[in-house]
């Protein structure tokens, strides 16, 4: 069993340049999310999604955009990249609520750490 | 306005001791959960625990206990005998149940080092 699967684990920008990170879940979550965590510091959401073509803003989406085309999969995209996009990148997955309180944890990848210099 | 407050930056604490890392939160909404992570230095976030504000009894999982005190906002995780691999982050995350979307908020964390 998989889980959340992302893609790359590392990567090198050069400011300016734009790229993709991939996340993809095997479970048939319906939320997922992406969060990234700076050094010594918490994580902060980015964006997240409820299912298929729902997509909304997080607490700091600016320079990122999503698209949520399939169950599975929920790439976030970075464009002109700057060096305080510098961080490391968390997607995760939940199951949709089925109690009086969202109890279901986040399932988190395995992370993708980004540098942009 | 920081929702998660976890005030001990860092701690060291000896194998087959007990360590207690605190957090607080802050939220008008009366029904939400709490989470506790651990990230060891390779990088990967692990679910350890979870506390609802109705359950009535303090969450276990194992060597891990949460000593919830709704009035005073507070929902600690203390590990019991603790072991070399427990040297890690911790996060403490609250969930709201008014939030649909089942966001969690973090706290900064605490890293804690367990020495032998």
């Known amino acids: 069993n998989a889980g959340v699967t992302q893609t790359p684990k590392f990567r090198i920008l050069k400011i300016g340049q734009s790229m993709t990170l991939q996340c993809t879940q095997d479970?048939?979550?319906?939320?997922m999310y992406w969060y990234r965590q700076d050094p010594g510091m918490g994580l902060k959401l980015i964006y997240y999604?409820?299912?298929?073509?729902?997509?909304d803003k997080g607490e700091v989406p600016n320079g990122y955009n999503v698209s949520r085309s399939t169950t599975e999969d929920f790439p976030l995209r970075l464009e002109l990249a700057a060096p305080s996009q510098t961080s490391v990148y968390f997607c995760?997955?939940?199951?949709?609520?089925?109690?009086?309180?969202?109890?279901?944890?986040?399932?988190f990848g395995n992370g993708t750490r980004l540098t942009v210099t | 306005a920081q929702k998660i407050t976890q005030t001990q930056p860092g701690m060291f604490v000896q194998e087959k001791e007990a360590v207690t890392l605190d957090c607080t939160y802050d939220?008008?909404?009366?029904?939400?959960?709490l989470f506790w992570y651990k990230q060891p230095s390779s990088g990967e976030m692990i679910f350890l625990i979870y506390?609802?504000?109705?359950?009535?009894q303090n969450a276990t999982e194992g060597r891990y206990s949460l000593n919830f005190q709704k009035a005073r906002k507070s929902a600690n995780l203390v590990i019991s005998a603790s072991q070399l691999g427990d040297s890690a982050m911790y996060f403490c995350?609250?969930?709201?149940?008014?939030?649909?979307?089942?966001?969690?908020?973090f706290g900064a964390g605490t890293q804690v080092v367990v020495t032998p």
């Open positions: 939220t008008s909404d009366p029904s939400y959960g």
């Open positions: 995350a609250m969930r709201e149940a008014t939030d649909s979307w089942g966001k969690l908020q």
């Open positions: 999604s409820v299912g298929a073509g729902i997509t």
């Open positions: 995760a997955s939940s199951t949709a609520r089925d109690s009086r309180v969202h109890n279901s944890p986040l399932h």
């Open positions: 506390q609802g504000s109705y359950d009535q």
């Open positions: 479970m048939n979550h319906n939320y």
